[in-house]
């Protein structure tokens, strides 16, 4: 499947929060905007706690150690929500 191999521009360059968002820079210039209710642990999570982040895997997902969360670029770009209990936030 071509279209959905690793493209190395879909590595993380930095990562940065809203109230309600998480916005994640690519180095090739894109910006993935989703909602910060997609991920549960990352909306609970103290601003400190959200800012403990690391690019892993070669770039491609972040991980934040102290609420043990790992996102991926290719799962970002897909726009794929947590699976455990998103939807039951306000």
Do not use: C
């Not at 998480?22 to 209710?37: C, M």
């Not at 400190?48 to 996102?71: C, F, K, M, T, V």
């Not at 991926?72 to 770009?77: M, P």
């Amino acid at each position: 499947m071509r279209g959905s191999e690793i493209k190395p521009g879909e590595r993380v360059k930095n990562v940065s929060f809203t109230d309600d968002t998480l916005s994640v820079d690519l180095i090739d210039g894109r910006t993935i905007v989703v909602p910060l209710v997609w991920y549960p642990r990352l909306f609970d999570a103290t601003s400190e706690q959200r800012q403990n982040w690391q690019a892993s895997a070669a770039g491609y997902s972040i991980h934040w150690p102290e609420i043990d969360e790992d996102l991926s670029t290719a799962g970002l770009l897909r726009g794929a929500p947590a699976a455990e209990g998103v939807w039951a936030r306000p």
